[in-house]
């Protein structure tokens, strides 16, 4: 029977200029709809898992939009409520070589931001579920959110359910001393920590050696200490860290690292891909729900390091936040070394 995985944040619309074109020049936007927890969702149903998603969203034509988007990828939507005012809003501008790309945020005051505690009955979410996976950008949205995430976690725990936590530290939602008060609390219900180096200085307070996620340069003896900071500081039993190598806005080196408690007792390293970008945008979305997939279905979790890695690798010359590609066809690019030859 296929694992049973519940999401919680918010699903925004997508506003992006086309092509590579830069806010004022466009006369027009692409209109898709992503978000942390939902493109988790999507892609995993994708994959023939259970995905549930969990979220507050409005009753009005775009907030239905935005419920018939997951659907139509066959997310479970029983456990939105419906209600506020607004959906959340993100505006893309796509960088190119040396421009990079940029993020307008228009999220303030939407329906999830104003889901009281109590309003989503958790113990009855949680019957019989295998996983709960939450990102650290849903709290960045305030104090109701915050509140919110901590209930789930703690009906999720008393359920038995597994939990993963992408770190996701966004600058422009909240402080990195906000982001620390209340993500360290929370990271006692964790189970799966998935982080890169930038989410676990701002949002934990850990850095990872002499890495600059600016210039692209890996220490990776660094990313390995950081790995067995956060096991050891909290507990986890599975610490996943992304490698991204920053070239240009346009190509992009790719790789992860993992420990757990299983058989990478010491931190093991991923392949490695260089990625020609189409939208790195949902590409950490895609390595978190390319490893909860592999944690719950296949043997090893190296086998789990390696197809969350090529599952990313994927998404990011993917249009939009969802990763649209099969079990099967992250299978091929595993065997076939990335060559990219024309299907024929």
């Known amino acids: 029977m296929a694992k049973q995985v519940v999401t919680f944040g918010e699903i925004m619309l997508r506003l992006s200029t086309p092509g590579f074109s830069r806010f004022f020049q466009s006369q027009s936007f692409d209109v898709n709809?992503?978000?942390?927890?939902?493109?988790?969702?999507?892609?995993?149903?994708?994959?023939?898992?259970?995905?549930?998603?969990?979220?507050?969203?409005?009753?009005?034509e775009i907030g239905q939009s935005a419920v018939n988007q997951l659907r139509k990828f066959g997310v479970n939507t029983k456990f939105i409520i419906r209600g506020g005012q607004r959906l959340g809003i993100y505006f893309l501008e796509t960088g190119a070589s040396q421009r990079a790309s940029k993020v307008i945020y228009d999220r303030s005051n939407s329906a999830v931001t104003q889901m009281e505690p109590g309003e989503i009955n958790w113990e009855e979410v949680f019957a019989g579920k295998d996983w709960f996976h939450w990102t650290g950008i849903t709290p960045a949205l305030g104090k109701q959110a915050q509140n919110n995430i901590s209930e789930a976690c703690k009906a999720a725990k008393k359920a038995g359910v597994r939990i993963s936590c992408d770190l996701n530290f966004r600058s422009k939602l909240w402080t990195t001393e906000e982001a620390q008060a209340v993500m360290n609390p929370l990271m006692d219900y964790v189970d799966v920590c998935i982080a890169n180096e930038e989410d676990a200085d701002k949002s934990l307070g850990l850095k990872a050696g002499t890495t600059d996620v600016h210039s692209g340069h890996l220490d990776e003896e660094g990313y390995f200490n950081l790995a067995q900071k956060l096991k050891s500081t909290y507990g986890f039993d599975t610490v996943a860290i992304t490698l991204r190598e920053s070239h240009s806005a346009s190509m992009n080196g790719w790789s992860a690292l993992l420990l757990d408690d299983k058989e990478c007792s010491s931190p093991v390293r991923s392949t490695h891909y260089e990625i020609q970008l189409v939208d790195r945008v949902g590409g950490g979305d895609s390595f978190a729900s390319g490893l909860i997939y592999g944690l719950t279905s296949l043997s090893?979790?190296?086998?789990?390091?390696?197809?969350?890695?090529?599952?990313?690798?994927?998404?990011?010359?993917?249009?939009?936040?969802?990763?649209?590609?099969?079990?099967?066809?992250?299978?091929k690019l595993l065997k076939s070394g990335g060559g990219g030859r024309v299907e024929r």
């Open 33 to 60: 709809y992503g978000g942390g927890e939902a493109n988790v969702a999507a892609a995993l149903s994708n994959y023939g898992l259970d995905s549930y998603f969990v979220s507050k969203i409005p009753t009005h």
């Open 300 to 331: 090893s979790t190296r086998d789990a390091l390696e197809f969350a890695v090529a599952a990313s690798c994927l998404k990011q010359t993917i249009p939009g936040d969802f990763n649209l590609v099969s079990v099967e066809e992250v299978t």
